[in-house]
């Protein structure tokens, strides 16, 4: 019951991420990526930073540092290069196929073997989500499809490396996550200095999308993730990660009056029978990491300054 509840919360992370487009197209000035990439992580790291009143110590600095660009410093502008170069769906499917990069580093850095069942899921899993996005006129563009490659490959990575280096004695996932969001804010700026120039006027509405972007759908959503990366395994974590692609069909369905065919509700499906196949199989497979390793949690603990020991 308590796995069930850290992979629900967890799921809320992706299924957070699924409304990235709706609000961009909604409410932030166009053909601002980098841009709002920053306003993303930056505010929302320094924000969870100053709540955990914790900052990174020794080797932390560092790895603080380059699991930043890992998760978001390097994957945010790499993310949007390919939703820039790409149709949508050819991007999301791109994206939808970080849980097979996870899976090959997780079983050389982590030790975690991912038994059969497990890689047929997050194979299903990207073909489902494929009949989701994917249209006739989709087209490729070879520096679109190296960026999305990319791109998973470095979230797959930081996810690996977070779960492998864990947290400092006593450092909450609140910290862990303001430290991130913190580096890899500050890694994006420069880029998006030299590509976009100065920052755009910002009216009531893009304060509006920027907040939610910044709170909801970073800051909690990060936090969530990274918290369900100390508790369960990288594959189980990252085998959630079609289910934001799915919201975004669901909300582009529901709020922004787009169709869904027969052919994308089938792929729905089979994507969502997917995510659920591949908890059941990550649930089963035997854990590298001792159980002590996971007595940290509760989704409290930072807020009440309750200490975590590894």
Same mark, same amino acid.
């Given at each position: 019951?308590?796995?069930?509840? *850290? ?21 932030l ?8 990439g ?13 709540l ?18 890992l ?54 899993g ?35 490396? *977070? ?36 920052p ?27 918290r ?7 594959t ?45 199989a990550?649930?089963r ?26």
């Open positions: 019951m308590k796995r069930f509840a *850290t992979v629900a919360l967890t799921a809320l992370a992706p299924i957070s991420w699924g409304s990235t487009y709706a609000v961009a197209t909604e409410l000035p166009p053909d601002r990526p980098l841009f709002t920053v306003m993303r992580a930056l505010p929302a790291g320094l924000l969870l930073t100053a955990a009143r914790t900052l990174p110590k020794g080797e932390w600095w560092w790895k603080s540092a380059v699991l930043g660009i998760n978001i410093g390097a994957f945010f502008p790499l993310l949007f290069l390919s939703a820039y170069r790409l149709p949508g769906g050819v991007a999301a499917v791109l994206g939808a196929a970080g849980p097979l990069f996870v899976v090959g580093l997780a079983a050389l850095a982590l030790g975690e073997r991912a038994s059969l069942r497990t890689v047929l899921a997050a194979v299903v990207a073909f489902g989500v494929s009949m989701v996005v994917l249209t006739a006129e989709a087209g490729l563009d070879a520096v679109g499809v190296i960026a999305g490659v990319i791109s998973s490959a470095s979230m797959g990575a930081g996810t690996v490396m *977070t779960k492998r280096w864990g947290r400092p004695e006593g450092v909450g996932p609140l910290a862990m996550t303001g430290w991130q969001l913190t580096a890899g804010g500050l890694f994006i700026i420069p880029v998006a200095a030299l590509v976009e120039g100065a755009p006027a910002l009216d009531g509405q893009a304060f509006l999308g920027y907040g939610y972007m910044m709170l909801i759908n970073t800051g909690i959503a990060y936090w969530l993730w990274f369900g990366i100390g508790q369960l395994t990288a189980s974590v990252t085998l959630l990660g079609p289910l934001s692609p799915l919201t975004a069909a669901v909300i582009g369905w529901a709020a922004l009056g787009q169709a869904l065919s027969p052919v994308q509700l089938a792929g729905m499906a089979i994507a969502f029978g997917a995510t659920i196949a591949g908890q059941q990550a649930a497979t035997p854990r590298p990491f001792s159980s002590t390793e996971q007595s940290d949690q509760n989704i409290s603990m930072d807020l009440t300054d309750e200490r975590v020991r590894r």
